[in-house]
Structures are given as C-alpha cells and as structure tokens.
C-alpha cells in the first residue's frame, strides 16, 4: 500500500505535514553529567554529529491520520482524539518507519527517525543541565507536560506526581509549552519518542552504544503520565519494536 502514493498524487492542506528546523554539524557531550541519572546513561562521552533537520513538533494526528487516509494504512486509537493537534500514539516503531517511508515518496525529500544520539543533542540544544531550563524539577512544568499537580486535582491515580502545574491531565497539542533554544517543542514531555537506535543497558568504554541485537529500541523524552525525572534529557528507555503504547510518539528527521 505505501508505495501507491506518489508524489503528483499527494496533495497536503496547511497541517498535513511536518515541518522542520535545520540544526548545525556539532559534537557535544551525551549522557549523564550529574551523577543522577540510572546506570544505562553512564558514562558520559562526547559525541559527534551531521548537519541534520528534525520536526519542529512531535508528529500529530492530523499528520498520521491523512496518512492513514491515502495509504489506507491502520489508525490506532488516540488521545483526545477530536484536536488533531494533539501527537499521535500508539504508533509501534515500523508503522512510524512506515509513515517516513511514504512522507518520502510523497514529497520526494528523505525521512527517517532519529538516532539516539541525534534526538539528545537536538533536545539538549547547548545545555548541560538536566532540563533545558535548568535543573529543578518544579520548575520542568513551565517547559514541558508531564504528570503533575494538574493530574493530581483531576484524580487519575497517578502515583508519581511532580509538585507544579502545566495544566494538562493528558496529552497536550503540540507546541502547547516553551521550546529549547533549537526552535524545537516538547522535546520533553508529552509524549516518549521513538529512535532508530538499538537499546542496551550500558555506554560501553568507546563510548558507543553496542548494536547486539534490536528486541528493543531506544524511547526517549518521557510523557505526560510519569514525572519530571523521567523527562531528564539523558533518561533512556527501552521498547519493544512491536509495542504500540499511549505514551509513545514519534517525530521525524529530514535528511534531504
């Protein structure tokens, strides 16, 4: 079914597709620096990356669904599901591969997901600290939708709450919080992002990920459901490829 939508026969209203922010060849230092983070974001190390764009925005469902609507291809179950600002969910990690696909063909550009190492450096953005906005994790309600005080005074039963108030229980549209000093929105928060990298418990001594075998991939971000500490911007995650979970999103790279 991907392959039947080409480009002169794919016709995008304001909305329909992703846009993206060009960010700059650098090298920077990835992991954790603070000593509070879990043992799978040490040690810390010094990465390199290309030139490369990203989304601006986590990809919603107004993208995925008009996707769903020239290809045909399955539409899960969504969160608040009448915005269709809102990031679309319960995406397993080829349907989002699928979706890159297909955005290729139709545009005649190149997508792809993000490697782990690209969505750290773009959700970083320069800083060092644990949040883009520093390292108090009240102070992450101000940048980001996560589980907090809103959730607690709506009574959802989520345990772990952090003590301020974004004012969303669910997910939120995107674009909804501050964005880092790339240009880019909930890098944090929101919504877990799919990457295209392998997950393993540790950064090995070259300070390389080792690639053993992809049962499971990297997420990263956090979500609007766990607490600012899940939301650091070296916290890493590990997902079954298959899982499809309302937690977890994606957005896209544009390579060309």
């Not at 969504?78 to 397993?92: D, K, L, R, T, Y």
């Not at 550009?109 to 600290?129: C, D, F, H, K, M």
């Not at 607690?152 to 674009?175: F, K, L, M």
């Amino acid at each position: 079914m991907l392959g039947c939508a080409s480009r002169p026969n794919v016709t995008f209203a304001p909305g329909d597709q992703p846009t993206f922010v060009a960010l700059p060849s650098s090298s920077y230092m990835m992991g954790d620096q603070t000593g509070s983070g879990d043992s799978d974001e040490r040690p810390a190390h010094q990465v390199a990356v290309k030139k490369f764009s990203l989304s601006v925005y986590e990809i919603t469902q107004q993208q995925y669904a008009y996707f769903t609507q020239v290809t045909q291809a399955r539409l899960p179950a969504q969160n608040n599901s009448a915005n269709g600002q809102h990031p679309v969910v319960n995406i397993s990690l080829k349907e989002a591969k699928g979706y890159a696909k297909w955005l290729s063909s139709a545009t005649g550009n190149i997508y792809r997901l993000p490697t782990e190492e690209e969505w750290e450096y773009a959700a970083r953005s320069g800083v060092l600290s644990l949040y883009t906005n520093g390292n108090q994790e009240t102070a992450v309600c101000q940048i980001a939708n996560i589980a907090d005080d809103t959730a607690s005074q709506a009574n959802v039963g989520w345990r772990n709450v952090t003590h301020c108030r974004d004012g969303a229980v669910y997910t939120s549209v995107v674009g909804a919080y501050r964005p880092n000093n790339f240009g880019l929105y909930d890098m944090i928060g929101n919504v877990w992002e799919w990457t295209s990298t392998c997950y393993n418990g540790k950064y090995d001594s070259k300070n390389i990920v080792r690639k053993i075998a992809c049962e499971e991939n990297v997420i990263r971000g956090g979500s609007f459901m766990l607490p600012a500490k899940s939301a650091r911007l070296s916290n890493r995650e590990a997902m079954i490829p298959t899982e499809r979970n309302s937690q977890i999103g994606f957005r896209l790279v544009q390579v060309k």
